[in-house]
C-alpha cells in the first residue's frame, strides 16, 4: 500500500460528459503529480501541484484542470471526454524536496468512454 | 526534447533464467529511477541511482547508472513468477527537475 488513495478505481461515462477524479497524497506529502497512462504513449505527466499551488505543467489538454486543496488532497476535472481519453489516470505524491524525489503512486482510475 | 528509450519492449523467459533491460538516452540525467508496476496498479519505486557508474543491488536485481548518466541497466538473476510485471525507468533532468519516462519493458516469467 502506497499510501496514495484514488478514487473511483472504474469510470465509465460516454463522450462529451464531465468527471472528476481524486486523489489524497500519502500523510505529509505536499507535491501531487496526475499522470494518463495509454498502452501506446506509456505514462504522461500531466500537472504537479505543490503545497497548493501549480508547480509544473506537462502534456495537459486545456480540456483538463486539476487543482490541489488545503488539505492537500487532488482533484483531476476532465471535460468534453472524447474516446482517446479512455486511458488510466494515475496520481502520485512526493515530499515535494528535489533531486531524486520518490513519487509513491496510488492504484489509479481506469476511466472508459464509450 | 529529452527521451528514454526501453528495450526490450517485451520479454518472456522461463524461472530461473537471468535477463537484462536497457534504458538509453542520448540526454544526461542527474538521477535515474526504476519502477515495476503490475497489472491493475501503480508503479512502485525500485531504486534510485544518482551517481555515473552506481550499482545498486536489491535482493536479485542489480541496478547499474552508466558513467556518463545517460543510460542504466537493470539485471535480475534467476528471474521467478513475482518479478513478472512493466519495468519503467524514469530520468531526473532539466533545471526544472521533471522526471521523463520510458515506455518500458514488459516481463513475463513463466513457471
Known amino acids: 500500500d502506497s499510501g496514495v488513495t484514488q478514487t473511483p478505481k472504474h469510470l465509465i461515462t460516454a463522450t462529451g460528459q464531465r468527471v472528476t477524479l481524486r486523489c489524497s497524497p500519502r500523510?505529509?506529502?505536499?507535491?501531487v503529480y496526475w499522470y494518463q497512462q495509454s498502452l501506446d504513449q506509456g505514462l504522461q505527466f500531466l500537472i504537479q501541484?505543490?503545497?497548493?499551488?501549480?508547480?509544473a505543467k506537462g502534456n495537459i489538454l486545456e480540456r483538463f484542470s486539476a487543482q490541489q486543496f488545503p488539505d492537500l488532497h487532488s482533484e483531476l476535472n476532465l471535460s468534453s471526454l472524447e474516446l482517446g481519453d479512455s486511458a488510466l489516470y494515475f496520481c502520485?505524491?512526493?515530499?515535494?524536496?528535489?533531486?531524486?524525489?520518490?513519487?509513491?503512486f496510488g492504484s489509479g482510475t481506469q476511466l472508459s468512454v464509450l | 526534447t529529452q527521451l528514454l528509450e526501453q528495450s526490450p519492449q517485451f520479454l518472456s523467459i522461463q524461472e530461473g533464467e537471468n535477463l537484462t533491460v536497457y534504458c538509453n538516452s542520448s540526454?544526461?540525467?542527474?538521477?535515474l529511477q526504476w519502477y515495476r508496476q503490475e497489472p491493475g496498479e501503480g508503479p512502485v519505486l525500485l531504486v534510485t541511482?544518482?551517481?555515473g557508474g552506481e550499482v545498486k543491488k536489491l535482493k536479485r536485481l542489480t541496478f547499474q547508472f552508466g558513467d556518463a548518466r545517460k543510460d542504466s541497466s537493470l539485471h535480475i538473476t534467476a528471474a521467478q513468477p513475482g518479478d513478472t510485471g512493466l519495468y519503467l525507468c524514469a530520468g531526473e533532468g532539466g533545471n526544472n527537475r521533471k522526471l521523463i519516462w520510458g515506455l518500458g519493458t514488459s516481463l513475463a516469467v513463466n513457471p
Open positions: 540526454s544526461v540525467f542527474s538521477s
Open positions: 500523510s505529509g506529502d505536499l507535491s
Open positions: 501541484y505543490y503545497n497548493g499551488e501549480e508547480r
Open positions: 541511482v544518482v551517481t
Open positions: 502520485a505524491s512526493s515530499d515535494g524536496t528535489g533531486r531524486g524525489e520518490k513519487l509513491f
